[in-house]
């Protein structure tokens, strides 16, 4: 017996490395897993104005073909009640450029009435040369004759601004200059010198109509670009109504960086502090990805907007449409609804901004976002509503998490709650002044909560 106990004491002392090294290494990937949980108060006696439901509001459709891609899906997209549908490839796509003071608007016309249709207003990404216009017989190129390139963009603004007769339009200078036309902010062929002209052109064509003009449109948050631009527009004088650039990325953090980032730059021109600040192409991985076909794009918009409520203006969800061909194997494209000849058909993100496009009336103050778990809260009339999402990068994450809504009247209310591409529920429970319910969230899953008196 002594000699089992032994041999038994001696198998122990020999992996106790191994167990001691199994425990570090648990104890490692719960450190990489880390975060802070959801702690969510809102508080239903203090609204703070209209939702901005303006930030998600926006989408940005990509140069997939050089025809009209909003008119097959008119419908679909008014659905999602847009504010502002950006297009860029204006000039090289929709062929305006004829020669020297020689335009035909018609394509781009139709361009323009399809959005208006979907009730949103334009934001025209002011791009790109033709290859008869670049000094280097490339699009995109810089203007061999600036000249050339200030009447056509006068022509436009005037087009659009003053014959069509379009308030609001949006005017961006250029899309990804750091990567179409190889644009620098400080050498040739410089983003500058295209800004000044683009801008001067606008103001030109557009006179003493409603419109807003800004830039540089790049491929990422990139400080020096947005100090050369408040620069150029500072010294020239020039109107500099929003700065823009465009993010993907699937770690919500990088986006907030990038916000605090700017507010550092922010503080050098305080003439800028209050500029619109636009994300006009915004999305889980610039790469074809599965994301796009499935709630996981979903789930990152939802998250995205909850985060960027008060830093940034407005969000562009690229795109629309699917283009006609897949991108990949692995996904069909960035595509809200699926190309045409593809049945047309909504994928998940398309229903995410649907479920945001719920949340009524005007904004609550919300505390306690966790690092997985967000929210949104409104007040519409009586009925409190509070749209939860859990997105978590690495799709592992599950939290249960306390949900308290304060400042309620006490009295029996009907509690609904509607599950992201799923269903919903009710009962009815009785509160006095606050309303308090742990939640369990699956990983990337979102649910809007709604409390309406009886």
């Known amino acids: 017996m002594k000699s089992n106990n032994l041999k038994k004491t001696l198998i122990l002392l020999l992996l106790l490395p191994a167990l001691v090294f199994g425990v570090k290494k648990i104890l490692d990937l719960r450190k990489g897993a880390s975060g802070v949980p959801a702690n969510i108060v809102v508080d239903s006696s203090a609204p703070q104005g209209k939702i901005p439901s303006n930030l998600w509001q926006n989408l940005s459709q990509g140069g997939e073909e050089p025809?009209?891609?909003?008119?097959?899906?008119?419908?679909?997209?008014?659905?999602l009640q847009p504010k502002l549908i950006r297009v860029d490839h204006l000039f090289d796509y929709y062929h305006v450029y004829q020669?020297?003071?020689?335009?035909n608007f018609s394509k781009l016309d139709g361009v323009v009435q399809s959005i208006l249709l979907t009730g949103a207003k334009p934001m025209l990404s002011i791009s790109y040369t033709t290859a008869d216009m670049a000094e280097n017989g490339q699009n995109a190129g810089a203007p061999k004759d600036w000249n050339q390139w200030y009447q056509l963009v006068k022509a436009t603004a005037n087009r659009y601004s003053n014959e069509k007769n379009i308030s609001g339009i949006y005017y961006e200078v250029w899309n990804e200059p750091d990567l179409f036309g190889?644009?620098?902010?400080?050498?040739?062929?410089?983003?500058?010198?295209?800004?000044?002209?683009t801008a001067k052109a606008i103001v030109d064509g557009a006179g003493q109509t409603s419109y807003k003009i800004g830039g540089p449109?790049?491929?990422?948050?990139?400080?020096?670009?947005?100090?050369?631009?408040?620069k150029t527009a500072s010294q020239n004088r020039l109107p500099l109504d929003f700065i823009s650039w465009h993010k993907y990325s699937k770690n919500i953090d990088d986006y907030e960086t990038d916000f605090d980032n700017l507010n550092k730059?922010?503080?050098?021109?305080?003439?800028?502090?209050?500029?619109?600040r636009i994300i006009t192409e915004v999305g889980p991985n610039p790469e074809p990805d599965p994301a796009y076909d499935n709630e996981f794009s979903g789930i990152h918009l939802m998250a995205l907007s909850s985060k960027m409520i008060g830093k940034i203006h407005r969000l562009f969800t690229f795109e629309p449409v699917d283009g006609p061909t897949s991108r990949s194997d692995k996904s069909s494209g960035w595509g809200l609804i699926t190309h045409p000849s593809k049945?047309?058909?909504?994928?998940?993100?398309?229903?995410?901004?649907?479920?945001?496009?719920?949340?009524?009336?005007?904004?609550?103050?919300?505390?306690?976002?966790?690092?997985?778990?967000?929210?949104?809260?409104?007040?519409?009339?009586?009925?409190?509503?509070?749209?939860?999402?859990?997105?978590?990068?690495?799709?592992?994450?599950?939290?249960t998490f306390p949900l308290t809504v304060q400042g309620l009247k006490p009295g029996q209310y009907k509690l609904t709650t509607y599950q992201y591409l799923g269903k919903s529920s009710s009962k009815t429970i009785s509160v006095t002044t606050n309303y308090r319910e742990n939640l369990f969230l699956d990983s990337n899953s979102a649910v809007l909560v709604e409390l309406s008196p009886l």
């Open 99 to 103: 020669g020297p003071n020689n335009y």
């Open 217 to 230: 449109a790049i491929t990422a948050y990139y400080a020096n670009w947005i100090k050369a631009l408040f």
């Open 67 to 79: 025809q009209d891609m909003i008119k097959p899906v008119i419908g679909q997209i008014r659905t």
């Open 343 to 399: 049945g047309q058909k909504p994928k998940p993100r398309y229903y995410a901004i649907d479920m945001l496009n719920q949340l009524q009336g005007q904004l609550l103050p919300l505390t306690g976002n966790g690092s997985w778990v967000s929210g949104i809260a409104s007040k519409n009339q009586n009925t409190i509503q509070v749209l939860l999402v859990n997105y978590d990068s690495r799709s592992t994450h599950a939290e």
């Open 182 to 197: 190889g644009w620098h902010y400080g050498k040739n062929p410089n983003y500058s010198t295209l800004y000044t002209q």
């Open 265 to 276: 730059i922010l503080s050098d021109y305080p003439q800028y502090f209050n500029i619109e």
